[in-house]
């Protein structure tokens, strides 16, 4: 399995709901990330996870969090989101954090998010 | 500032024929290039990697190039395809730090029969 899996594939929410965006891989990566893109703009970091411990958060407000269940999972709770929130968000992952040319990152094919 | 910048902005071509995407970057220090290939709506995919040791690299009909001095780097797309039709995105992973990747904005192609 090479795959990296995000579900949903879209997802419109309210101001006011709370929703999730989970991610699954399988392919024993211990680094896991969010991104998220604007359309034709690249991916923007928002959080690194490392052997499941929060490594970077790159100033992400806090309507956005990430949890990390296992090795194989990372979620992204969004609560009380803003309209400008609206975005391609893509998980990924890497065999590790480090920018070596082994630690290439496999993409999710993302979750299309709309914020009314 | 670490930056990385794609031209042309986009590209238009005909089925069949040859381009080449260009990427220049002021990252430093470095520690790899890659070309990513990102279908509309979808994730990037992985096309290569270079390390700065590394002149070329070829995935089938896309083939890399890497001058590390001059700090370029160029994807060349032979014989294209209607399905060679995505966003061509270059990036840099800055290895000073965490060791993080800096993005460049992409390169629109779109082949027409």
């Known amino acids: 399995d090479t795959e990296v899996t995000q579900t949903p594939k879209h997802l419109v929410m309210g101001m006011t709901n709370k929703k999730s965006l989970k991610c699954e891989q399988h392919?024993?990566?211990?680094?896991m990330y969010w991104y998220k893109q604007k359309a034709k703009k690249p991916p923007e970091l928002m959080f690194v996870y490392s052997y499941e411990k929060l490594s970077i958060n790159e100033s992400v407000p806090s309507r956005f969090s990430p949890e990390c269940p296992n090795s194989s999972l990372l979620n992204l709770h969004l609560h009380a989101l803003q309209p400008e929130d609206s975005a391609l968000y893509l998980c990924?992952?890497?065999?590790?954090?480090?920018?070596?040319?082994?630690?290439?990152?496999?993409f999710g094919a993302g979750s299309r998010l709309t914020v009314l | 500032k670490n930056q990385v910048e794609q031209s042309p902005q986009s590209l238009i071509i005909l089925e069949g024929k040859n381009c080449t995407l260009q990427c220049n970057y002021t990252v430093s220090p470095f520690s790899n290039l890659r070309w990513y290939k990102q279908d509309t709506g979808r994730g990037p995919v992985s096309l290569t990697i270079m390390t700065f040791s590394e002149n070329t690299k070829s995935n089938g009909r896309y083939t890399a190039t890497l001058d590390a001095d001059t700090k370029q780097s160029s994807l060349h797309i032979t014989a294209s395809q209607l399905s060679d039709s995505a966003s061509y995105i270059c990036v840099v992973t800055y290895s000073g730090g965490y060791n993080k990747l800096i993005f460049g904005a992409g390169t629109r192609l779109a082949v027409h029969p």
């Open positions: 392919m024993g990566h211990r680094a």
């Open positions: 990924a992952s890497s065999r590790g954090q480090g920018g070596s040319g082994a630690n290439v990152l496999t």
